[in-house]
């Protein structure tokens, strides 16, 4: 056999500088963000039952922490994955039965789910601080 003394160029794979990026493309990717930071904040739901479970010193504390400015920041991004993650599931169920396709109509929606996120958690942090009896 005889080696072939041409060298064939290689197709080059398109890459992430070639993509313009879009508000369809940027739900997507925090929508998959969302939903690996929901699994992570589970555990602070968790430790907060836990706590409970063990005694009223641990829950106290682990109510001290989350009742923190920090804490608090935490638990509103939190919030406001899971209500974006819950927004874009309702948009890919919408994308399910056929409807919204077209570029026009999910690029309104990707801003939809991004404008509806930040206004229902605020919402719900407004609500909770009103049925609590203020900050």
Do not use: C
């Not at 406001?80 to 999910?106: I, N, P, Q, S, Y």
């Not at 407004?126 to 009896?133: E, L, S």
């Amino acid at each position: 056999m005889s080696k072939s003394s041409t060298i064939h160029a290689r197709p080059l794979s398109p890459h992430l500088q070639v993509y313009r990026l879009i508000p369809t493309m940027l739900m997507s990717i925090v929508h998959r963000i969302t939903g690996s930071a929901l699994y992570f904040g589970i555990v602070l739901f968790v430790a907060w039952l836990a706590a409970a479970a063990i005694s009223k010193e641990a829950f106290e504390m682990v109510n001290g922490i989350y009742g923190s400015w920090f804490g608090r920041l935490v638990l509103f991004g939190f919030t406001w994955a899971l209500v974006h993650h819950m927004l874009g599931g309702l948009r890919h169920l919408v994308w399910d039965t056929g409807r919204g396709l077209e570029k026009a109509t999910a690029t309104k929606m990707a801003k939809a789910t991004l404008a509806g996120s930040i206004i229902l958690t605020v919402l719900l942090w407004i609500a909770g601080y009103a049925v609590r009896g203020g900050l």
